[in-house]
C-alpha cells in the first residue's frame, strides 16, 4: 500500500466516522460550546476582522455554525466539509436569507476545491478563509495549502484554531496531584504528553460518549507554520487560548479552569503578501 492510498484510506474512515456522529455532534454543539465561545470565538474575531460584505471561506463548517456568526456580521459566507450528514444539518440550522452557500467538498481534494470555488482569474475572490477547529481532523492538509493561495485575494487571511499540539493531543494525560508546600495541602492539576515530533494518526473522542471515535492527525506546531511559509503566507497573529480560572470543569479532570495555565487551543493568521 502506497503512502497516498494509507491516506486516501484514512480520509474515508474519517469521513464514515463524521457522518456517523453528524447527530450527536450537531445536537451537542449546537451553536457553540464553552470552547468555541471562551476560546476560540473571540480570538477569531480579532484576527480574522471579518467585515459586513467581504467574501469569506469556511473550511470545514461542521453544523455551520461559524458560517452563521459570520454572515450574521454581514459577510457573504461559502462554507464546506466533506461530511454530507454534516451539510445536510447545517443547511436545516440556517434561516433563509442568511447569505451562506453550502458545498459537500473534500479539503484533501485540490482539484475539486479549484473547480468549485477557483475563479478563472489568476488570483482568487476570497477576503479571508477561516477553519475552526478541522485542520487536526483532515487526514492531509498540503492540499488545502497548496490552493489556498489561489482561492484567496493577495492580501487574503487565513485564520485558523487548531488543539494546541504541545498541550492537547492524543497523547495527552490529565493530571492532579496533591502536594504539601510549606504546610499547606494544595492541588496541582496538570498535563502529561509523550508524543508530540512526528505526525501520525490515532483514535480520540470529538466529544465525550460519542457513538463513533474519529482519527486525530496529530502534527507539531512547525508542520504548520512551515506548511503556511512554503505556500507563500507569513504568519502575522498568534492566540494560545486557555480557560479562565473561574470556569468550572465540566468533569473533575477536563479542559477548564483548573488547567487556566495550560492552552487546549491555539489560533493563528496568516497572509499572503499584498
Ligand atoms: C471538529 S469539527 C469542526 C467543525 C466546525 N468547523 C466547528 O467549528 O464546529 C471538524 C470537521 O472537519 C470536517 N472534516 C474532516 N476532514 C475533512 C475533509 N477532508 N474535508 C472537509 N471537511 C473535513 C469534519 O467533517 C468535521 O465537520
Given at each position: 500500500?502506497?503512502?497516498?492510498?494509507?491516506?486516501?484510506?484514512?480520509?474515508?474512515?474519517?469521513?464514515?466516522?463524521?457522518?456517523?456522529?453528524?447527530?450527536?455532534?450537531?445536537?451537542?454543539?449546537?451553536?457553540?460550546?464553552?470552547?468555541?465561545?471562551?476560546?476560540?470565538?473571540?480570538?477569531?474575531?480579532?484576527?480574522?476582522?471579518?467585515?459586513?460584505?467581504?467574501?469569506?471561506?469556511?473550511?470545514?463548517?461542521?453544523?455551520?455554525?461559524?458560517?452563521?456568526?459570520?454572515?450574521?456580521?454581514?459577510?457573504?459566507?461559502?462554507?464546506?466539509?466533506?461530511?454530507?450528514?454534516?451539510?445536510?444539518?447545517?443547511?436545516?440550522?440556517?434561516?433563509?436569507?442568511?447569505?451562506?452557500?453550502?458545498?459537500?467538498?473534500?479539503?484533501?481534494?485540490?482539484?475539486?476545491?479549484?473547480?468549485?470555488?477557483?475563479?478563472?482569474?489568476?488570483?482568487?475572490?476570497?477576503?479571508?478563509?477561516?477553519?475552526?477547529?478541522?485542520?487536526?481532523?483532515?487526514?492531509?492538509?498540503?492540499?488545502?495549502?497548496?490552493?489556498?493561495?489561489?482561492?484567496?485575494?493577495?492580501?487574503?487571511?487565513?485564520?485558523?484554531?487548531?488543539?494546541?499540539?504541545?498541550?492537547?493531543?492524543?497523547?495527552?494525560?490529565?493530571?492532579?496531584?496533591?502536594?504539601?508546600?510549606?504546610?499547606?495541602?494544595?492541588?496541582?492539576?496538570?498535563?502529561?504528553?509523550?508524543?508530540?515530533?512526528?505526525?501520525?494518526?490515532?483514535?480520540?473522542?470529538?466529544?465525550?460518549?460519542?457513538?463513533?471515535?474519529?482519527?486525530?492527525?496529530?502534527?507539531?506546531?512547525?508542520?504548520?507554520?512551515?506548511?503556511?511559509?512554503?505556500?507563500?503566507?507569513?504568519?502575522d497573529g498568534f492566540e494560545e487560548r486557555a480557560f479562565p480560572?473561574?470556569?468550572?470543569?465540566?468533569?473533575?479532570?477536563?479542559?477548564?479552569?483548573?488547567?487556566?495555565?495550560?492552552?487546549?487551543?491555539?489560533?493563528?493568521?496568516?497572509?499572503?503578501?499584498?
Open positions: 500500500m502506497t503512502m497516498k492510498d494509507d491516506i486516501q484510506q484514512a480520509n474515508e474512515e474519517t469521513r464514515a466516522a463524521w457522518d456517523a456522529n453528524a447527530a450527536f455532534w450537531n445536537e451537542k454543539m449546537g451553536e457553540g460550546n464553552d470552547f468555541v465561545n471562551i476560546l476560540q470565538w473571540p480570538a477569531i474575531l480579532r484576527l480574522l476582522e471579518p467585515q459586513p460584505g467581504q467574501r469569506i471561506l469556511d473550511i470545514a463548517t461542521g453544523n455551520g455554525l461559524t458560517a452563521r456568526r459570520l454572515a450574521a456580521l454581514g459577510a457573504a459566507v461559502i462554507a464546506f466539509d466533506f461530511s454530507e450528514e454534516l451539510i445536510k444539518l447545517a443547511q436545516a440550522r440556517t434561516s433563509v436569507g442568511l447569505p451562506i452557500t453550502y458545498y459537500i467538498l473534500d479539503a484533501t481534494d485540490e482539484s475539486a476545491l479549484l473547480a468549485a470555488l477557483g475563479s478563472s482569474g489568476s488570483s482568487g475572490t476570497f477576503d479571508s478563509a477561516l477553519c475552526n477547529m478541522a485542520l487536526f481532523d483532515m487526514a492531509d492538509i498540503q492540499p488545502l495549502f497548496h490552493v489556498l493561495p489561489r482561492l484567496l485575494k493577495p492580501g487574503g487571511k487565513f485564520v485558523f484554531s487548531i488543539t494546541h499540539p504541545a498541550f492537547n493531543n492524543t497523547s495527552t494525560v490529565h493530571m492532579a496531584e496533591e502536594m504539601d508546600m510549606q504546610g499547606e495541602i494544595k492541588s496541582v492539576y496538570s498535563v502529561k504528553i509523550s508524543r508530540y515530533m512526528t505526525p501520525h494518526h490515532a483514535y480520540g473522542s470529538a466529544m465525550r460518549n460519542q457513538p463513533r471515535p474519529q482519527f486525530y492527525f496529530e502534527r507539531p506546531l512547525h508542520y504548520y507554520l512551515n506548511l503556511g511559509f512554503q505556500n507563500g503566507f507569513i504568519l480560572p473561574d470556569l468550572p470543569q465540566d468533569h473533575p479532570l477536563s479542559w477548564g479552569g483548573k488547567f487556566s495555565e495550560i492552552p487546549p487551543v491555539l489560533v493563528a493568521r496568516m497572509r499572503l503578501p499584498s
